[in-house]
């Protein structure tokens, strides 16, 4: 899956000849697939070869392909004929790095910075939580007062999105340079998106669950990569107040009351009972077009309070059961 997040194309003069380069930043997910174009539409009569990290791994001469014989990415690498692009499947985080390709004989050349962040690893991403309608600042750790200094005029800094990096292209919603931002470049943000002056870092107000999903922001320093960063952020709906009830229960026992908690679900929505501050129990699910019930049977003559609890990382709501009403003696 190939995501490219920017291009410039530099030109170069060389022996009074104009040679191109293209420079690229991609970011997959690790066990994502990554396809390299080249944009050759006739391989033949051209060499056309690919590096890592400086190191020769394929190369395509008059349409046929050769791979390096010592290569990190053996059973993974293949080289296409017919353009001369490679396919890398099942990237992993030690991946990370620059992809170089030149083409002879006219001197074409193009650099992939390959950003690989992994699926499990919380060191590889900030996740932020956030209730619908509240706001959330994505930092570029910029130091403001060094940036009011003038020592931030050689940063470049790009801030793109994706709902799945696994399943979908990380598209650009920002950009910051010499303190002169632009954030119209998606219709999903408009009147979202906030940047800060002085140092870039983009604030997402009165967000929505449709903002939910992976937010990267490339940092350059004189054209340099420098210190990438990847925010997940996860878009919360309020959670529903429980409900109980009473219900018949099977039991012999008629000095036990039969009672039902259940709420609306949701994302990550937990429902408990709890019995003063001791939780009895709980239940989930993901299937979010059900609703979530919980029973409980207590004694008639138990004098202990009981309460409800719905739950989500952002918000809970209390239902407190009034034994009197549904637990008559």
């Not at 692009?85 to 030690?94: D, L, P, Y």
């Not at 903002?211 to 054209?223: I, N, Q």
């Not at 009830?245 to 008629?254: G, I, P, R």
Request: proline share 3%; net charge neutral; glycine share 4%.
């Amino acid at each position: 899956m190939k995501i490219v997040i920017t291009s410039l194309i530099v030109l170069h003069l060389i022996a009074g000849e104009v040679k191109a380069t293209q420079d690229y930043s991609i970011i997959v997910m690790e066990g994502s697939n990554i396809t390299l174009n080249t944009s050759v539409t006739n391989p033949y009569k051209k060499s056309i070869s690919w590096l890592y990290d400086a190191t020769f791994i394929a190369t395509i001469r008059n349409g046929t392909p050769y791979l390096a014989e010592k290569n990190r990415f053996h059973g993974r690498i293949t080289p296409h004929k017919h353009d001369g692009s490679i396919t890398i499947v099942n990237m992993k985080t030690n991946d990370s790095g620059v992809f170089s390709l030149h083409i002879l004989p006219h001197g074409s050349n193009r650099y992939y910075n390959i950003t690989v962040h992994g699926k499990n690893s919380h060191d590889d991403f900030e996740k932020r939580r956030v209730k619908v309608g509240e706001a959330t600042t994505l930092d570029t750790y910029l130091d403001t007062d060094l940036c009011n200094e003038t020592q931030c005029q050689d940063y470049d800094l790009q801030w793109t999105y994706s709902r799945d990096p696994v399943k979908q292209k990380f598209t650009r919603i920002a950009h910051w340079q010499n303190n002169i931002s632009k954030t119209d470049y998606n219709n999903r943000f408009k009147d979202t998106l906030q940047m800060d002056l002085r140092n870039g870092s983009l604030t997402l107000r009165n967000i929505t669950t449709n903002h939910s999903g992976y937010y990267h922001l490339e940092k350059l320093k004189a054209r340099q990569p420098e210190n990438n960063s990847l925010y997940e952020v996860i878009v919360y709906d309020e959670v529903s107040r429980p409900s109980i009830h009473s219900f018949l229960s099977l039991s012999a026992d008629t000095d036990t009351c039969s009672v039902e908690c259940s709420v609306e679900n949701g994302r990550d929505v937990t429902l408990s009972w709890y019995r003063g501050e001791e939780r009895l129990n709980q239940t989930r699910s993901p299937d979010l077009s059900r609703v979530l019930s919980l029973p409980l049977e207590i004694k008639n003559q138990d004098g202990d309070s009981y309460s409800c609890v719905a739950e989500n990382p952002v918000s809970n709501k209390t239902a407190n059961l009034n034994k009197t009403e549904l637990c008559p003696e």
